[in-house]
DNA sequence: CTCTACACTTGACACAATGTCAATTGACAC
DNA sequence: GTGTCAATTGACATTGTGTCAAGTGTAGAG
């Protein structure tokens, strides 16, 4: 029955995140994701064609479940640019743990799989539209620093932001989810916003 | 005789290196780097054990031909914290696409090989040092900015400059290497120096 | 001149993990 | 009952690393 097919195929994606999760990303086969759903490495085949496009469907998965939309609504009605830049920021650093298993497998055959890189190279740049929402917002109201042309800090922004980036202060220099989004937020803003109108510590 | 196998070291970590540059550090197999050699895979197993050894090999080889430390001098040699910072991202900046392709290497040998992670963490901790000093100099002379601790804007330094961020804004955003020097000058100066007494564009 | 040492060669193989293929099982629908 | 379809089992191709064993060619030592 189709509904068995679909079934079968969410409780993949569904044992895909899970275990993703577990493992940060690292070191899961195919035969494990068949394990932990209850099904022969094969039967995986039946209706993912590759390892790529699994993950590829276990991020999209994961986003409808997180639905981002409705946690980037904030910024996107925010009043000023300011605004709209740390609550950007706000969103996304509280995001990345939430998918860091999933995206980190993606980053990781993305190094020897098309699809993956291109899955991932999309979602990058949806977040970087975001980044060049908020410097172009900055810009309209001439707030962003003279030293930036909005393509410029948008790169930077973006840059800055990238999942490894996020690994490397969270893993290496132990930094927790709170203090992430605190500090990436002063980075953010003594960088780009013009200091005769920049506010306080949030 | 041993100079006959020392030559062949040599002329293996030669080849290695200039085949690395040449692809970017990705797809290059062991049966590569012995045909660029001029000799056959397994005799590359005679003189280095595993692929990641020799490209740990490959990376000090490289370190000695580019003489890290002479670069470091002027840093070191700075009367102030600003200059020391500034002068610090100008020897990175220009090393960074000097060691690529090796680097790159070991950034992807390093997901699957214990050997590979730990070169590359302890070159990535020398750079962290490097930017340790800098900040250090800053707080020393109260000039670093009153949201930051030493440690924090250490890690936030360090991060930045890190290797794939360099990837991303000169390969995907298209920033020269003098841009790329230009701009993340910018983004510490702005982010890291107390407004008082910062410094107008270099 | 021969013996030995040594760098290197050739070819075969083990090992992981992905992905493919063919034959089979079991259940449900008509 | 028979056909359909998901899933199973087991075998196999592929790619790259790393290992092993036997053989070649050269150079120095006796």
Redesign the interface.
Known sequence: MSSENIETRTRILEATVRILEDHGG?DVRMSDIARATGISRQAVYLHFASRAELLVAATRYLDEILDVDRRLAPSRAATSGTQRLTLFIDCWGHYIPEIYGVAKALL?AQ?TDEAAAAAWDDRMQAMRDGCRAAIEALHSEAKL?P??TPK?AT??L???L?V??WE??TGN?G?STR?YVR?MK??AT??FIK?SIRPG?K
Do not use: F, I, S
Request: aromatic share 12%; net charge neutral; with cysteine.
């Open positions: 690292r990781l190094e620093a030293e930036w410029g790169d930077a973006w840059t800055m990238l490894p980036n490397n202060l220099c930094w203090q500090r002063t980075v003594r960088t200091e510590k």
